[in-house]
């Protein structure tokens, strides 16, 4: 065996372990959006905020590029120097985001805040994997304001995104490993302190 893989340039005393450095081309999405606000009641504000999302075009594919390959039989085995790219397809389809909230002030040192958001699933069954799991739609957040002083107001914000499951296509376009996987997120939550 070692006579064989020595004639094919494999040295197996260099294992078959290598280091590389990675980067990922990734687009932004060109975004169109608008919004309302309405004051209710001296005391009440309420918004609405309308945005469509071009995934279709920035997320067509992702390459990765993996470069300065440390092992020569790897690079041997894969018949390159130690640099090739891998391009994943991803195949996202153009999603929209629709946000309500509204704002009340309890006094002239404390308001509270209330909002929900919908953002349509932009992932297509047969792309779905980990790496990506943007597949939650529902939101919702609260916030609460706190005035100090004339220059000082506390504020507090805690988002939640709601449990949602996508099941992939069988096959995947991604890998084997991904095909009729069951991808689950939600139930996180985000708190943000922040005096301005």
Not at 7 to 21: E, F, P, Q, T
Not at 27 to 38: E, K, L, M, S, V
Not at 183 to 195: A, I, K
Request: glycine share 8%; charged share 15%; hydrophobic share 40%.
């Amino acid at each position: 065996m070692a006579a064989q893989f020595g004639g094919m340039g494999i040295d197996l005393s260099k294992g078959v372990v290598a280091n590389y450095d990675l980067s990922v081309e990734l687009n932004f999405p060109q975004t169109i959006g608008f919004g309302i606000a309405y004051k209710a009641s001296p005391k009440l504000n309420l918004s609405a905020d309308f945005e469509w999302v071009n995934w279709e075009k920035a997320f067509d594919k992702m390459t990765i590029k993996l470069t300065n390959g440390t092992n020569s039989n790897i690079n041997t085995m894969l018949g390159n120097t130690g640099a090739f790219d891998l391009e994943f397809p991803m195949n996202w389809k153009n999603s929209f985001v629709i946000k309500v909230g509204g704002e009340y002030a309890f006094s002239d040192k404390f308001d509270g805040r209330l909002g929900y958001a919908y953002g349509s699933n932009p992932v297509p069954e047969t792309t779905v994997f980990p790496v990506f799991p943007a597949i939650v739609e529902h939101h919702v957040m609260a916030g609460l304001s706190f005035k100090t002083s004339k220059a000082l107001t506390l504020n507090a914000a805690f988002e939640m995104a709601l449990n949602k499951s996508f099941t992939a296509s069988n096959p995947s376009l991604i890998a084997a490993e991904y095909s009729a996987s069951t991808n689950l997120t939600g139930y996180h939550s985000h708190p943000l302190l922040s005096n301005l």
